[in-house]
């Protein structure tokens, strides 16, 4: 099934991104009917904010209740790479604990033209979406 995303919230994922660059940036993409309708920009708290991303479980479970409490779901969950493709690393393969959400990676090795790339990954399996704006 394809990631749908409102053009809107694309871009301001983009933007976290390239905001927070040269360190990842990471956040949640939540919405209802698999479509994307607004963006949780979150704090990376990894010590190594440069080459990982964290986001803190007491935080996700408050905004969790939030997202329940609107009628919004967790879709999607993305992050930077600051220095190669937007694919997945063996670290975020293995951080990777919600099946039922998607992956998007924003690359950023031409900071002016980012790469964005979605993924379903299950049991360490990596299975690419085809990613869809909606206006």
């Known amino acids: 099934m394809p990631m749908k995303i409102k053009q809107s919230c694309f871009s301001e994922m983009v933007e976290h991104c390239q905001q927070e660059h040269p360190h990842e940036a990471c956040g949640i993409l939540a919405g209802k009917d698999d479509l994307v309708t607004k963006v949780y920009k979150m704090a990376n708290t990894s010590e190594t904010p440069e080459i990982c991303y964290s986001i803190d479980t007491k935080v996700l479970i408050k905004l969790n209740k939030e997202m329940r409490n609107s009628g919004l779901e967790m879709l999607g969950i993305y992050h930077s790479h600051g220095s190669s493709a937007p694919y997945p690393s063996v670290r975020d393969v293995k ?21 964005v790339a979605a993924f379903k990954i299950v049991e360490g399996k990596i299975e690419e979406e085809e990613l869809i704006l909606d206006n």
């Not at 919600?98 to 031409?110: Q, W």
Request: net charge negative; with cysteine; charged share 20%.
């Open 95 to 115: 951080d990777a604990h919600y099946p039922e959400a998607s992956y998007v990676i924003v690359s950023l090795t031409n900071c002016c033209k980012p790469e």
